[in-house]
């Protein structure tokens, strides 16, 4: 019986050698919520990181509805990343039904969340005078006119934290964080991955800051279809101004609409763009009502397919900033 | 006066457009909503809504996003649904409202399985369905050939249509037209749905058909003058609710037809065949 026993062990100490060789390739399989985590994830985790994106390419977050291979997923995952701050709207339910025992990690931990009130001023009348001081504008906004609110509500914070490079390095961060403790033996790995990506990502921010110091401070005011720049706005200084709330979801009012085409005709806004995720008619509208030209697609809450112009995070940055110079500076 | 009223139309083009639109619409729509409510079909529009997912479905499978083809499969495949509800309900003992829900169910499953085989996660209906503030010529053109095409079709065979809306069984007793015309219906139907939902979204597309039907029907009891009573309601909330959208800063979808759903709770009310007449009216029974 006894020897029964050994050799059982032997066994399955055999199998668990052989999973483990077989599974070097991947040694950790991550889920993330959407492209850009996707992307980030692939960046730290390199060949030790199997990633599956549930939202992909060109999609939209805000709606997405998740199918049974979602679930699978995860229930396989070692690490689950989200981003938070309400941004999928889908994931708790998901995360629940699926029954995994993964880590759930927020990869906004750590970050100064922007009250989604803040993207009141965009109603502001100054909207115009881009780059001046930002504590003053906040206790500007705290007496601000409260009624637009109902409409562009996800959650108490606008989560599209990742439109700024600092954030993004949070991000980063915690992604590393999150797979040391998963997959120890890896950790090294890990941070020397996260090192030298944190170093790439330091460099656009520079670049990114030099690409917008090119654009003179008053024309720095810019119209898309949803509000997906809050944190672009806040760390670089420029308007972004939109119909839509931060969500997809809601709908324009005809005085939204009204303001934005008064704000571009005052020439307080140099430039219009569409979005990947949304609809772009209504920013149609108003490109033909002032003869704004449309200065072509940004990137907000998903990044492009493979051979598109936004295919990594750092490509998207340097696209939508380009684009927005190219747009204004034509202008 | 001047100010709140007409100023807002003469200094934007997106409001005279969204105007010009909606009134449209509503002319064309709210006669169509009346003969549906008479049809007790007064849910068709909802129905529909989700029935034409798997045209938009192919449209983009095989086009991507763009909006006609999604349009054109939308309306193939609303077409579909209708005449097939149709037929069943026409020669098989099933009314139409259930066949409808049959017909609209499988649609609607085979068009999220669509959706799904591709793996793309845009809201498709989002980019399909318009909104009233961003009507482009296109959409424009769109609403403007429906109108024609419901107008003609409702003057040419109004005697035979409403037969066949209130009494199909006398209709088919004395002509054979009653098929021809209850298939011409219901393409009517499905031309002012579809049109409207890829012009102005669904809420006001459904809405601007039943609701202003709906609260006529507490004034009137002759089709002619539903019709019209109809399209008068239905136009004025497209004002009002333009203009509320405009000065309130609201959504304008809601804003229109919460003024029609005003309209028709004051018709529910006080309405000529309304609550509080009826209440009168049993009240004088009674002392009688």
Not at chain 2, 240 to 255: I, K, R, V
């Amino acid at each position: 019986m006894f020897r029964t026993f050994r050799i059982a062990t032997t066994a399955s100490l055999l199998t668990l050698g052989g999973l483990a060789s077989t599974a070097a390739a991947a040694d950790l399989d991550v889920v993330a919520s959407f492209s850009i985590i996707g992307d980030f994830a692939k960046n730290v985790g390199g060949d030790r990181v199997e990633v599956s994106t549930l939202v992909g390419a060109d999609g939209d977050a805000h709606v997405y509805e998740p199918r049974p291979a979602d679930a699978a997923a995860l229930e396989k995952a070692g690490v689950v990343l989200v981003n938070g701050l309400e941004f999928e709207g889908f994931m708790k339910r998901l995360i629940e039904t699926s029954g995994t025992r993964a880590a759930v990690v927020e990869v906004t931990k750590g970050i100064e969340p922007l009250k989604a009130e803040e993207e009141e001023h965009h109603y502001d009348e100054k909207a115009g005078e881009a780059g001046h001081d930002h504590d003053g504008e906040e206790k500007e906004e705290a007496g601000h006119d409260h009624a637009h609110e109902g409409h562009h509500h996800h959650g108490e914070f606008d989560p599209h934290a990742w439109q700024s490079v600092a954030n993004a390095q949070i991000y980063v961060k915690n992604i590393a964080d999150a797979f040391c403790e998963a997959d120890q033996a890896g950790c090294a790995t890990y941070t020397a991955n996260a090192e030298a990506y944190l170093t790439k990502l330091a460099d656009l921010e520079t670049e990114v800051k030099a690409t917008i110091d090119e654009i003179p401070a008053d024309k720095r005011t810019i119209i898309t279809s949803h509000d997906a720049f809050g944190y672009f706005e806040h760390a670089y200084g420029v308007k972004f101004i939109a119909p839509e709330g931060v969500s997809t979801e809601a709908e324009a009012s005809a005085a939204d609409v009204a303001k934005l085409i008064d704000q571009v005709k005052a020439n307080k806004a140099a430039a219009i763009f569409l979005e990947n995720i949304t609809n772009p008619r209504l920013v149609e509208q108003i490109a033909s009502e002032t003869g704004l030209k449309v200065g072509g697609t940004l990137y907000s809450d998903a990044l492009s397919g493979e051979g598109g112009p936004a295919a990594t995070y750092i490509d998207m940055f340097r696209h939508n900033v380009e684009t927005m110079k190219a747009a204004i500076l034509g202008s | 006066m001047y100010d709140v009223l007409i100023g807002p139309f003469l200094q934007y083009g997106f409001m005279q457009r969204a105007l010009f639109g909606s009134l449209v619409l509503s002319a064309s729509c709210a006669p169509v909503g009346v003969f549906l409510m008479l049809r007790r079909m007064s849910l068709t529009g909802d129905a529909m809504s989700h029935a034409i997912l798997p045209g938009a479905a192919l449209g983009f499978l095989f086009f991507g996003l763009d909006i006609l083809p999604m349009t054109i499969g939308g309306l193939v495949v609303g077409l579909l649904v209708a005449l097939g509800s149709g037929a069943v309900s026409r020669f098989t003992v099933q009314k139409e409202d259930a066949s409808m829900a049959a017909f609209y169910l499988i649609s609607l499953a085979v068009g999220v399985l669509l959706v799904s085989w591709r793996g793309s996660s845009v809201d498709l209906m989002h980019v399909l369905f318009g909104s009233v503030l961003a009507l482009n010529d296109e959409a424009l053109a769109l609403i403007a050939g429906i109108a024609v095409v419901t107008f003609l079709s409702l003057a040419v065979f109004r005697r035979a249509l409403v037969a066949e809306c209130l009494d199909p069984l006398f209709l088919r007793s004395v002509s054979r037209i009653g098929a021809p015309v209850h298939f011409l219906f219901l393409t009517l139907v499905v031309l002012n749905l579809v049109g409207g939902f890829q012009a102005l979204g669904t809420l006001l597309s459904v809405g601007l058909m039943m609701l202003p039907a709906a609260a006529s029907r507490f004034w009137s009891n002759r089709v002619g003058s539903l019709c019209l009573i109809a399209i008068v309601i239905a136009a004025a909330s497209c004002l009002g609710g333009l203009l509320l959208s405009y000065h309130a800063s609201m959504p304008s979808g809601p804003a229109i037809i919460l003024t029609a759903g005003v309209a028709y709770a004051l018709s529910a009310l006080g309405g000529r065949r309304g609550m509080l007449s009826g209440l009168l009216a049993s009240r004088r029974h009674k002392t009688a």
